[in-house]
């Protein structure tokens, strides 16, 4: 199984911008929809972003639309997501994984096979 690699959480302030990194050994997922998903302390594991990989296309949950971004740089294997405008209800740990689309929500493809995920803490 691969492991995808997360990355670039910590503490930021309400209002505050963090950029998280998911780096994969390989092109594994190369052809892959790409997303990342979060949990947090109230919550189970949820939708938090996606980027089509043929169009580039993306969606995002209606909490973090505007102010959260995700991105991918193929030639290095990594999906990034902006998060600026942060919130303390954007605490939780955050995973990146291969996403796909049922009944217009996206899930995570292989939920057997999560990163460590890193954690995001929002505070002041």
């Known amino acids: 199984q691969v492991k995808l690699v997360e990355s670039g959480g910590g503490l930021a302030p309400p209002g505050g911008s963090l950029r998280l990194s998911c780096v994969a050994p390989d092109r594994t997922f190369s052809a892959a929809d790409m997303g990342w998903f979060r949990q947090t302390p109230t919550k189970d594991r949820e939708f938090v972003a996606v980027?089509?990989?043929?169009?580039?296309?993306?969606y995002y949950s209606d909490s973090v639309k505007g102010r959260f971004t995700i991105s991918r740089d193929s030639a290095k294997n990594t999906v990034y997501l902006q998060m600026d405008n942060l919130k303390p209800e954007d605490t939780g740990r955050y995973y990146c994984?291969?996403?796909?689309?049922?009944?217009?929500?996206?899930?995570?493809?292989?939920?057997?096979?999560w990163g460590q995920g890193t954690q995001v803490t929002v505070s002041s």
């Open positions: 980027q089509i990989w043929d169009t580039g296309r993306t």
């Open positions: 994984a291969p996403a796909s689309l049922s009944d217009r929500t996206w899930f995570a493809t292989f939920p057997e096979n």
